[in-house]
């Protein structure tokens, strides 16, 4: 069984930064690609960055360029999601999740069967 535990949320002023963590157990970790999806309420839950299986492919939302910056560990079983300059549009709960692709950044909810709990983000202004 997989288990996916996101830690490192919390409330921030906008221009400030967090870092989330998610740590994965139960399956062989470094061979699948890993994502982080966000949902605000009233919205529909969006991709917010990807990572490949190595850490040598990464996707990121148009929204987040330049601001968040995915990265794993394979060795401790963990990704990351840097958030820096955050606004209160970023408010939402964010999730950790699993693919089953071995290749790329795989852009689409369903390619990932595997989720945390979520962890809530709140920016506020």
């Known amino acids: 069984q997989v288990q996916l535990v996101e830690s490192g949320g919390g409330l921030v002023q906008a221009g400030g930064s967090l870092r989330l963590s998610c740590a994965a157990s139960g399956r062989t970790f470094s061979r699948y690609a890993m994502g982080w999806f966000r949902q605000a309420p009233g919205k529909e839950r969006e991709l917010v960055a990807a990572i490949s299986w190595s850490g040598g492919s990464t996707y990121y939302a148009d929204s987040v360029k330049g601001r968040f910056t995915i990265s794993r560990d394979n060795a401790k079983r963990t990704v990351y999601l840097q958030m820096n300059s955050l606004k209160p549009e970023d408010t939402a709960v964010y999730y950790c999740?699993?693919?089953?692709?071995?290749?790329?950044?795989?852009?689409?909810?369903?390619?990932?069967?595997?989720w945390g709990q979520g962890t809530q983000v709140t920016v506020s202004s």
């Open positions: 999740a699993g693919s089953t692709v071995v290749a790329g950044t795989p852009p689409l909810s369903y390619e990932y069967p595997y």
